[in-house]
Nanobody, 127 residues
Framework: QVQLMESGGGLVQAGGSLRLSCAAS????????VAWFRQAPGKEREFVAA????????YYADSVKGRFTISRDNAKNTVYLQMNSLKPEDTAVYYC????????????????????WGQGTQVTVSS
């Protein structure tokens, strides 16, 4: 089992920045591909970004490419999401998720590929 805990959410003005953290405990975290998803009110949960276990490969949704950066520190069992140039449409609950099956250089934007989920952290961007 892997337990995931997100933090770093909050209220920010459009154009501002936030850094989200996803801290893992339990089973070793360093071999897992990890992703961030988000869910806005009344909408489906959508993929934001993913990173392989080594950090060598990252993958982003088009809507955040060039503004968000995913990274990880396996020594700290933590994955980060640096969010810059935030827009009101980025407002959502952000979730991190870890995959058991995605190993090596594999990443995925599909929710079903991720086995462990955090409780989420709210990000609100005001206009």
């Amino acid at each position: 089992q892997v337990q995931l805990m997100e933090s770093g959410g909050g209220l920010v003005q459009a154009g501002g920045s936030l850094r989200l953290s996803c801290a893992a405990s339990g089973r070793t975290f360093s071999s897992h591909t990890v992703a961030w998803f988000r869910q806005a009110p009344g909408k489906e949960r959508e993929f934001v970004a993913a990173i392989t276990w080594s950090g060598a490969i990252t993958y982003y949704a088009d809507s955040v490419k060039g503004r968000f950066t995913i990274s990880r520190d396996n020594a700290k069992n933590t994955v980060y999401l640096q969010m810059n140039s935030l827009k009101p449409e980025d407002t959502a609950v952000y979730y991190c998720a870890a995959s058991v099956g995605l190993l090596g250089t594999r990443v995925s934007a599909m929710r079903a590929r991720y086995d462990y989920w955090g409780q989420g952290t709210q990000v609100t961007v005001s206009s």
